[in-house]
């Protein structure tokens, strides 16, 4: 259906906006390097992410698991510039090769909302109450289509179609109020797609809803990034919804990335000891009633974040190396990397 | 942030309050602590009688001898106005406290209880606010007569209403939290829980409120008093003044501009001292 | 049901809130609307037991668990409570009924009063109640924060000094002061992240055991319920469709909206991927609950029959009882 719609009238008034979709397989499509956002002066400086480096290649979803306060809505955040006006962003964010971290507002414009597009955490408070739905997707296109306003209405139509909300043309004019938590998520995500953008930062899209509804907002993202050959970055603290749609997976840590790699080798056979911790304490096949495995302590906050590595305090194979020094995000062995200096696998003995 | 290590000790807390008040604040209080010594020890500040009359220095400008003037019976309007200070924060207070604990009390359970009473609650408002305030306080004076006593009772009789109002909204605002529902699955009375649980956490807004209150309470008894209905003269009170000056506001400006400067004064120390307080009932973290 | 076991047993409990009327109602005079929340619900909960309770949200759990504490009025059916019927006639029954019943919230950043620090929180409890004499308090405060491994300075600290686990493990103090027969908790650890989830299940399941408490365990994860719970009772639109042992129900459900709940919770395998169609559409509105069974517009097995009657929960050789027309062929399919 989307096809459809995109080879219609639609192509032609987006070529001119435009560049061309980026389909090298060699380079990626997205590329972080060392990127660090902080908070606050000199005195008092907050780290909240930490040399982070990752890419994304075209049509593939990356999952950024994590804690709550790991850093990873700061990442997405940081990746298209928003975190710029109350933070220092430093590294670079290579968009086809072309570093957005340094780039005029004006040029970032042109990216954001159009090549990509974000859907936040709060689907309640990221559209606007006062406006009907319709005026929202249209505003969207406007902004990055050269549409007739006729064509813009039709393609509003489609892409709540598209979302699965029934009945689309008579709900252009319903308020948000009048869509529950999961349509309204639906709409945010109209609204982001309407520039049929290239990469989709999804910042826990259905942590607010329920299972069933996660599983039809899950299945519409898996299928439009097949469809349309959309990279996105899903970040999530669910590791069931990073399992069932990620291609690969970043375990985010204190700020920093510390195991990334494919989903399987991810959950099957993780090496750092906080994924493994977090893995663990997933109640999935163990024997009912029994004790959960759980990381002692809780994460450190931003302003006391331990000298060598970050996990140092909660972990179970820590070495007294890993108090002083801070292990780098490294290549281990097979197609994962891992930050740590006593890497153990979920079998072995001395974390249980 | 939602963790903060516990790192400074209790007896720290005095120095910490101290700490955590603003430069505005610190501004108010000391208005208010001078504008309080004033009312207070009047006698012993005031450079003449605030009665006596003076024949030799009638109308005469401010100088070193009188530094605000005098007025057509040669009376020191400065110390007129410190003596004044007794009157005018004497009503602030007793203004408005009254109106502080009948609508606290009577929001707070309105809030709770909803229901019946918030129906009842909410007719007595409208009816009393259709009404503008002033209108409605001269119409209580003109039934009781004037005088200062009467003034309280009329303030009183319609300004509760606002204190209640906003204590009602404010305690069904904090209903929403869990603490309160917790409180009831403990079984606590409900009178354990509005005034041990919820009114802590709902009384800032009001505090500060009562603060414009009082500033807003010399305005307003001023004003009776200017027109008349509230202190009698020859009382020293800042609208008595300013009425006893009005005729002279070409010849004599300082009588009226003077106890004018003190009711500015002070209205702004309360509504510094009201954002202060703001700032340090809330609930840290 | 001749003798009766269990030692709280609800039947029939319905419950509705009234909208607020709009200015169109008032105007147009329209009559007023009521959100069905409950609808008949029957419960056992055992003692020691463990009864989770799931379902999505709006489909009346946090409802359930309010009404089950008394605070909401009872509207319509009945509690007992160890045999004994809980109208909640005088304040002191109210009051020795709560303190025996006990719950805990979801937020852990409102269920605790800003002002007061965790000691005065279990102060207060232990002497409104007169669990122990005021000498006696201190003493016991510590044994509390013991019991839920917090550390014993924590008494003079205020809430915002501590993380969302560490509030949980509060509120679970002050809960279990007043040395409750059952605990209600709802969505207990649905705020906390997974590695601190399963600190606070562990203390759970750890208390329970040693003081025998039962538990009505109240969330929207699954795998959690699986977890702790010992039955499980699936609500849709404020109707228990489901109810049976953890087992067997995660293992063979038979209705199909529990069928379709459990198929939907993303498995953290990667190859274990959905089998059947996710469910269309949405939870229809508790405010007109559809006729006959509330599910047949979701439903792929919907007949003429599910559209006008309303099933019951039945019992099914093997499985749990069952709320659907077509149980026993599903059953078998
Ligand atoms: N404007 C800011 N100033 C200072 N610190 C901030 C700011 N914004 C975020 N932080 C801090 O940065 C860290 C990372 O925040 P972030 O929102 O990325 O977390 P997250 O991983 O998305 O968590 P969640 O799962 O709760 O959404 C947190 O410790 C947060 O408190
Ligand atoms: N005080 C109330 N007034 C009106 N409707 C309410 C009230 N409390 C809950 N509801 C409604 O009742 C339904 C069930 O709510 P709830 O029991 O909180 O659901 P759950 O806990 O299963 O998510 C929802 O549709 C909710 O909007
Ligand atoms: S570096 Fe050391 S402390 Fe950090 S995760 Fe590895 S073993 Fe643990
Ligand atoms: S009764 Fe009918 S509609 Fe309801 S669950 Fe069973 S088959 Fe589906
Ligand atoms: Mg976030
Ligand atoms: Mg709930």
Known sequence: MFQQSSSSDVKTGQQSTKSIRYTSKALPLLDVRNLSTSFGHDTEKLLAIDDVSFTVAPGEILGLVGESGSGKSITLRSILGLTKRYGQVEGKVLWKNQNMNIMKNKELRRIRGSEIAMIFQEPMSSLNPLLTVGLQIDENLKAHTKLSRSARKKRSIELLDLVGIPSAADRLDDYPHQFSGGMRQRVMIAIALASEPELLLADEPTTALDVTIQQQILDLILDLSKNMNMSVIMVTHDLGVAAQTCDRIAVMYGGKLVEVGPVREILRNPQHPYSIGLLRSVPEDVAPRSELYSLPGIPPSLADRPKGCCFAPRCPAAMTKCVTDRPELQQAGNSCSVACFNPQTITSGNIA | MTYAPYAQ????????????????????????????????????????????????????PPSDLHWFGTDSLGRDTLSRVIWAYSVNMQMAFLATIFSLLIGVTIGALVGYYRGFSDVVFGRCVDAIITFPFLVLVIAVVAVLGPGLINMYIAITVVGWVYYARLMRAEIMAQMANDYASAGKVMGYSDSRIIFRHLLPNAITPVIVYWMTDMALAILLGSSLGYLGLGAQPPEAEWGVLIAEGRNFITTAWWLSLMPGIAIVITGFGFSLVGDGVADLLRPRG | MTENTSLLHVTNLSHQFKIDPSIFDVILRRPSRYVKVLNGIDLNLARGETLGVVGESGCGKSTLARCLVGLYPLQNGEILFNNQNVSHKTRAEQRDYNRRVQMMFQDPYSSLNPRMTVGQVLH????????????????????????????RDAADKLPHQFSGGQRQRIAIARALSVEPEILIADELVSALDVSVQAQVVNLLLDLQERLGLTILFVAHDLRLVRHVSHRVAVIYLGSIVEIGSSDSLFANPIHPYSRALLNAAPSIDPDKKNTTAPLTGELPSPLNIPSGCAFHGRCPHATEICKKSKPELKALDGHGEIACHHAKELALS
């Open chain 2, 9 to 60: 000790k209790r007896r720290f807390a005095v120095f910490k309050f101290f700490q955590r008040m603003q430069p505005g604040f610190i501004v108010g209080l000391t208005i208010l602590s001078l504008s309080l010594i004033l009312a207070l020890f009047p006698s012993y500040i005031a450079p003449y009688d605030p009665n006596a009359f003076d024949f030799n220095a009638v109308q005469s």
């Open chain 3, 124 to 151: 207060e409890a232990l002497s409104v109640h007169k669990m122990r004499s005021e000498t006696e308090i201190p003493e016991r405060i510590n044994e509390l924060l013991d019991l839920v491994s917090l550390p």
